[in-house]
DNA sequence: TTCTTTACTTGACTGGTTCAAGAAAAGCGC
DNA sequence: GCGCTTTTCTTGAACCAGTCAAGTAAAGAA
């Protein structure tokens, strides 16, 4: 599931990214830690390099995004995201209680909801879908405080 | 469509909540300004109150979305935004090159796409849909600067 | 190894949103 | 209407994710 270094070198070579000491390790963090928000994967990229700017990662996670090699989610209520899981086409599922975010395939054929009854004359090439309610744990304490955790603990 | 002064004040006094100025000007603006962010709402309720804090206006909005009486709705990529359809499952489909957003009905059904095909274990209650692609203008104009305009043209 | 290009560091800054304390107004009972 | 309590609004400061800008360092090509 997670490649390893030489398998990260290779995604960025196949990119055509340089390849850097920080955007190993920004790629890793990302594999290894799906969803999760800018600040952790700067934490992440400390273990091994501690002396990474934020600025840096912020750079690095902006070329990965456009270079299609990772996704940039951006739930309703939380910073910004970002996950390995490309070109699929699945959606997520935010917890109300905790913030936990969890991958969901399509539900209907392949693409489902791309047909919009009335589209205002709009050109729709895509739909994205975001479910909500709560996750396993939250769903099994009745009534915890409400109010969302800032860490994804997917 | 637009109600009057004095059906905003009963949608106010039906929701418990104090009738003042400042919250009949911003239920107004939302009214008259289908998703418009929260700047917009405050420039719409100075024409009439020109005194009116910007966070005097966030407090009505949030007070206003927690009693259900308006939608806050968030956007990949843009800031908050408000509308006064609320209660009827409608999703939203968002212009990738000005911005622009508009109403959509449920494509399938009454509650479409509310199962996914693997939940993980989390109890599901809604599903929001965002459609992306070109408004009718853009789509007109071949290619024009991609860039999003801060302002909303619905 | 040298050179050019791209990436990274440093430090300041922006803009939407929130916090906190006090003044003003709404709505209740009289 | 009149005062009293509660909620709302004003004022002003603060927060924080993300961005900008200038200069240094490193990657990769020749």
Not at 6 to 14: A, I, N, P, Q, V
Not at 61 to 71: C, D, M, N
Not at 78 to 89: K, L
Not at 142 to 154: F, G, T
């Amino acid at each position: 599931m997670v490649p390893s270094t030489t398998e990260y070198e290779s995604l960025l070579r196949d990119a055509e990214l340089r390849v850097t000491r920080p955007r190993l390790a920004v790629l890793g963090a990302v594999y290894e830690n799906p969803h999760a928000d800018t600040n952790s994967i700067i934490e992440a990229v400390r273990q091994d390099l501690p002396e990474v700017s934020h600025q840096a990662v912020y750079d690095v996670l902006r070329a990965f995004t456009s270079a299609g090699l990772i996704r940039h989610i951006q739930p309703p209520g939380s910073v910004a995201r970002y996950e390995s899981r490309v070109g699929d086409n699945h959606h997520h599922i935010v917890c109300r209680s905790c913030g936990a975010i969890a991958d969901v395939d399509c539900a209907v054929g392949h693409a489902p909801c791309l047909t919009a009854s009335e589209d205002h004359g709009y050109v729709i090439d895509e739909a994205e879908v975001v479910y909500r309610g709560l996750c396993p744990d939250c769903a099994a304490k009745p009534n915890p405080d409400q109010s969302p955790r800032k860490e994804s603990r997917v």
